[in-house]
């Protein structure tokens, strides 16, 4: 079976210092990856979206980058944090060619000081 | 923005009784799906509609469809606690099965 995993489940980050979240996924290949934010309260924002190694797509003008350097591994970024970067990130994987149905995985909360 | 909207942002009811939450969409869609957020956790897929599709059910719950008004309703009935959690709609399409999330509905269910 497929597992999502996402690491660390919480940080708190001082304002400019880096930023590295984590995600992989277990028992599938060639997965479409995700990464959102979520404010307080509010719906998912698309930040980041990858269908294939080397291939990002950003939705958003922001502070933070994502990468893919393997087929199951996505990482999201930052060089500098700023305190609007604060929130829940949460990563998604879909199957390529699929029904659009995302599976997520636990969450990061971010808080930046 | 063409993030879709719930109705209402928030529902509070007693166990046994059905919940009902609407969403409105901006975009064409090939599907329509809901998911749900427990506190603090990531979304959990329940239940998925096509576009030509216009009632679907999955146990308790019932999902309806109108793409000429583009709108999309959630029932659950027969509430239970354990159905509290945030209820997000989210329209798909398009080769990359982006997403796009509404606003959703807080749901708590006193038992």
């Known amino acids: 079976s497929q597992t999502i995993h996402q690491w660390p489940a919480t940080l708190v980050q001082p304002v400019g210092s880096p930023l590295s979240l984590e995600c992989t996924v277990e028992?599938?290949?060639?997965?479409?990856l995700y990464w959102y934010r979520q404010a307080a309260g509010r719906g998912l924002q698309l930040l980041f979206y990858?269908?294939?190694?080397?291939?990002i797509s950003s939705e958003v003008p922001q502070n933070l980058s994502a990468s893919r350097p393997q087929d199951r591994q996505f990482i999201l970024s930052s060089k500098k944090l700023l305190l609007s970067d604060s929130g829940f990130y949460l990563c998604?994987?879909?199957?390529?060619?699929?029904?659009?149905?995302?599976?997520f995985g636990p969450g990061t909360r971010l808080t930046v000081l | 923005s063409q993030q879709g909207e719930e109705d209402p942002q928030a529902l509070s009811i007693q166990e046994g009784e059905n919940a009902t939450m609407n969403c409105s969409y901006k975009?064409?869609?090939?599907?329509l799906q809901w998911y749900r957020q427990n506190s603090g956790r990531g979304l959990v897929h329940l239940i998925l509609?096509?576009?030509?599709?216009r009632e679907k059910h999955s146990g308790r719950l019932r999902v309806t469809l109108d793409t000429s008004k583009k709108s999309s309703s959630l029932l659950i009935t027969a509430s239970r606690a354990a159905d509290t959690a945030s209820y997000f709609c989210?329209?798909?399409?398009?080769?990359?099965?982006?997403?796009?999330f509404g606003t959703g509905t807080l749901l708590a269910v006193q038992p």
């Open positions: 975009t064409s869609i090939n599907n």
């Open positions: 509609i096509r576009s030509n599709e």
């Open positions: 998604a994987w879909s199957v390529a060619g699929g029904t659009d149905t995302q599976y």
């Open positions: 990858s269908v294939g190694i080397g291939q």
């Open positions: 989210a329209n798909g399409g398009g080769a990359t099965n982006k997403l796009i």
């Open positions: 028992g599938t290949s060639n997965p479409n």
